[in-house]
């Protein structure tokens, strides 16, 4: 089946496992050092407690084989001059396996993502965008956002280091 042909569908409890192993494959292709095993332990258990609630997931179901797939985490939004009022969403995940690349599967998610986004009633939504996918994002209407304010974190769970 070529790219065109592949059904973009919600994904469904059954595809948790696979969706999980689909995460640790794109945080692997992004070089990212972590343990493959409790990445795919805590992806199955946040899929199972929020599919279809505050996560929604679309995947590119080729036979039985999940070619790619598109995660959209909604989550309620505090007032600001600078973004759409109502619930926000961030797109996650946004993936597709390598012998399935380069057929239109993460522009077809991505158009679904955003039409799933306006039918949840979404003010807007935000991504990281990887080399790989900013085209397609920028070509779609995202724009950077440049920000004074820089983005930080904070590891609550630092081992061997005392907290601030």
Partial sequence: MTGSQIPVLPACAQDIPRLAELRAMFLQELKYEFDPRRCRAETEAFLAAHLNTSLHVLVAQDKDTLAACAFLLVQPQLYHPRIESGPGGEVLNVYTVPAYRN???????????????????????????????????????????????????????????SSP
Avoid: D, W
Wanted: proline share 2%.
């Fill in 103 to 161: 057929q239109g599967l993460a522009a077809r998610l991505m158009q679904e993502i955003c039409a799933l986004a306006k039918r949840l009633g979404l003010g807007s939504l935000q991504l990281s965008a990887t080399a790989a996918g900013r085209a397609l994002y920028e070509g779609m209407g995202f724009t950077e956002v440049k920000s004074v304010h820089p983005l930080m974190t904070l590891s609550l769970n630092c081992k061997g280091k």
